[in-house]
């Protein structure tokens, strides 16, 4: 398997930001880590062995992402609107400086996928950005911004809580016929520490449902299936199998 590891500077954040990549062809995946995780993890956590089949026929090439999630969704105890700048800034790093960055032609379109908080930012870049993203897996996400906000709301908290933006698009938006024309999973399990991603699931799905998105995939997983990895390691390959059919 091909894999590459880079650092560089980036202007966004003023900070040097690193990413891996696996693979050498196929579907780009863009892989975003649980809360305050890193880049590496979806490798230590045994998702890139369970993608290896994809990864080594061409079919698929991995990037796995680094977060900032401790300077912004975790650190409950900083200012909120500074906390969600940074967001933003770490938004722009990923879509304006890393994506141009890793398209192997200037025409192609990105998968985002995530697991717990990598789920949500899985489902928040898709819809924010259909224009850069043609699909997205969430597994075990909470698709709303309270969570890391408690209740503070401004204009970029609520662009970064798909709950809220999209309950509010209209139907006809040009978006959601973007939305129409992607593949997009939602996963999430029913057993121990899924209550809330749980809920947060089914709200997607209603709102999605009441906006003509019929193509986005809901599924619900049973009631031994836990909010941690070995069950992510189950979900990923069986998702990744329909994305690329």
Partial sequence: MNIEYHKWWSQNLCREMEYKVYGHDGQALLAFPCQDGRFFDWENYGMIHVLAPFIEAGRLRVICVDGIDWETWSNKWGD???????????????????LPNIKHNPQQMFITTGCSMGGFHAANFFFRRPDLFNGMLAMSGL???????????????????????????????????????????????QGRWEDDLLWSTREMD????????????????????????????????????????
């Fill in 80 to 98: 909120k609107r500074w906390r969600i700048e940074r967001h933003e800034s770490w938004f722009r790093y990923v879509t304006d400086e890393l």
């Fill in 143 to 189: 698709y709303h911004a309270a969570y890391g906000f408690d209740g503070y709301m401004d204009d970029l908290v609520y662009a970064n809580s798909p709950q809220d933006f999209l309950q509010q698009m209209p139907a006809d938006h040009p978006w959601m016929q973007a939305y129409r024309h992607s593949k997009i999973i939602f996963c999430v399990g």
């Fill in 206 to 245: 209603r709102i999605l449902k009441e906006k003509g998105v019929h193509n986005a995939w809901f599924d619900y997983w049973g009631h031994d299936v836990d909010h941690d990895w070995p069950f992510w390691r189950q979900q990923l390959p069986y998702f990744a199998d329909k994305l690329l059919g």
